[in-house]
């Protein structure tokens, strides 16, 4: 059987447009896809945070702006394509983690993610994947969350929009590889970022935002749909979710201590 995606064998002719590279995965894989030969295009609201990551690198581009504007998306693209000369693989990771029981619900704070982490997401794709099909080639990249699997402890709000994403790019995938597009699905565990440095838990295999990356490069260069890491850590909780509902609630209490 044949790779879900065309396996990206080499970088040195690929233009990527990274969204969310201000800080953690985002400016970790820009800067790791920029040493492996791509032209990157970084992007987040933050445009001298963005000057700095990518602070001397001669194929680097900034375009700064906020993704929760559906009006900043077609000229932020204009820009990424003026500057790349075309886009061969969107990856969109900006996000937002609220911690959250579900006795603690903030109402803001879940419309603020969802608008984020999901609807930013649809804004988006209104624009990028037409001029893709359009060509008839290219890909994206939608960033998610082992959280996603089943529900876990604080991730209340989190974790309901990664879960979000994670069937919005299934059905990416069923679409659009038909019209030969790829589509990749990445789902992290724990990686050390701002986002993750606000948990007070023990974090079950904790990666450096450059593990990350790394992880991600390799699954773009496999072909893969879905890339997890770390692998054996997203592999349990993956098979934890198939389990009939009474042990998997067993087994993740039993692990969170809750």
């Given amino acids: ?24 995965i985002g400016a970790a894989l820009a800067l790791h896809l920029l040493h ?9 609201r933050r445009h001298d945070q963005l000057l ?7 194929r680097a581009s900034v375009v700064a702006f906020d993704v929760t504007d559906a009006l900043a998306w077609p000229q932020a693209m204009a820009e990424v394509i003026e500057h790349l000369g075309g886009i061969d ?13 579900s006795w603690e619900i903030d109402l803001k704070q879940v419309e603020q993610s969802f608008d984020l982490n999901v609807v930013s997401v649809y804004r988006g794709l209104s624009v990028i994947v037409p001029e893709l099909v359009a060509r008839g ?34 059905t990416l995938y069923f679409e659009l590889a038909p019209k030969g597009l790829s589509v990749y699905l990445i789902n992290p565990g724990f990686v050390q970022t701002p986002m993750t440095a606000v948990n007070d838990f023990k974090m079950p295999g904790l990666m450096t935002t450059s593990q ?11 072909g893969l749909f879905e890339i997890r890491f770390p692998r054996g850590f997203a592999t349990v909780l993956r ?20």
Avoid: C
């Avoid at 059987?1 to 953690?24: E, F, L, Y």
């Avoid at 492996?36 to 987040?44: F, K, M, P, R």
């Avoid at 693989?89 to 029981?101: I, W």
């Fill in 89 to 101: 693989l969107v990856v969109m990771g900006a996000a937002r983690y609220d911690p959250t029981h």
């Fill in 137 to 170: 080639t290219g890909g994206v990249a939608l960033i998610g969350s082992i959280s996603a699997y089943t529900g876990l402890p604080r991730a209340l709000i989190y974790g309901a929009t990664k879960a979000a994403l994670n069937n919005l790019a299934q």
């Fill in 52 to 58: 700095e990551v990518v602070a001397g690198q001669a």
């Fill in 212 to 222: 990350a990356a790394l992880s991600i490069a390799r699954g773009f260069e496999r």
């Fill in 239 to 258: 098979l934890i979710s198939y389990l009939p509902d009474r042990l998997r609630f067993y087994l993740l209490h039993r692990f969170t201590g809750m």
């Fill in 1 to 24: 059987m044949r790779t879900p995606n065309r396996p990206i064998t080499s970088w040195a002719n690929q233009r990527v447009w990274v969204i969310g590279a201000s800080s953690g």
């Fill in 36 to 44: 492996e030969g791509a032209t990157v295009a970084v992007s987040a």
